[in-house]
């Protein structure tokens, strides 16, 4: 049944935000880590999410907050275990996301074998951009996505370049977690990830379609 709430408003929803990780293969490496043979899945909470005119913040317990930009696909209507073939039709439309990382300690969760979440999962870990409608990208897997830091250039790709297609991923991941009205996937980045510092901007943008600010601010504690 179509709902009454606004999806072009999906992060008011409290839906999840699933993530998927080492999904191009010179980001994997850039970290050293091994090519995936399936995809590489994490969460954030829908807590996570931070719009347009708000700031995002550095965990008080990390010293090296890394951007990650990546597309992000919003799912239209509910499935469990979706073809490969039927996948696109469960998606209403994208956002651009920056899946803002805690590097220290997800290098820290790595070594002891904990999981993620103080590393992906924090308040403002996820930045999006206004809602882009379905139509407005006939082809995902050939956009230009690009992030820059104070004007400079930090990562520029082609979502040609991802491992696993988007049906693929919608896919893989349904028959694991069923998809909901106002879920969101994030992609995975591109290689060229940093540290961002107090009060940089990091500007962001898919080329042709929109971009979007946002300043970064220390977390008080
Ligand atoms: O932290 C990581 O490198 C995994 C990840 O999110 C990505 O590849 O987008
Ligand atoms: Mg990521």
Redesign the pocket.
Known sequence: MASSRNLTRFWEWGRKII??????TE??ME?K?TIPTEP?L?LKPSSAYVREGASVLIPYYSSNL?H?V?LGLVIGKLGKAISQEAAMDHVAGYVLCL?M?A?DI?EECKKKGLP?TL??AFDTSCPVSDFIPKEKIPDPHNIKIWLKVNDKVRQESNTASMIFSIPYLISYISKIIALEEGDLI????PKG?ASVQENDEMKAGIDGILSMKFTVRKQSH
Do not use: M, P, S
Not at 186 to 189: A, D, H, K, R, S
């Open positions: 993530c998927v990780g080492r999904n191009y980001h994997a970290l880590n590489v994490f890394h990650e990546e899946d990382t590097r997800q993620w590393a992906k994030l992609t995975g980045t990830v």
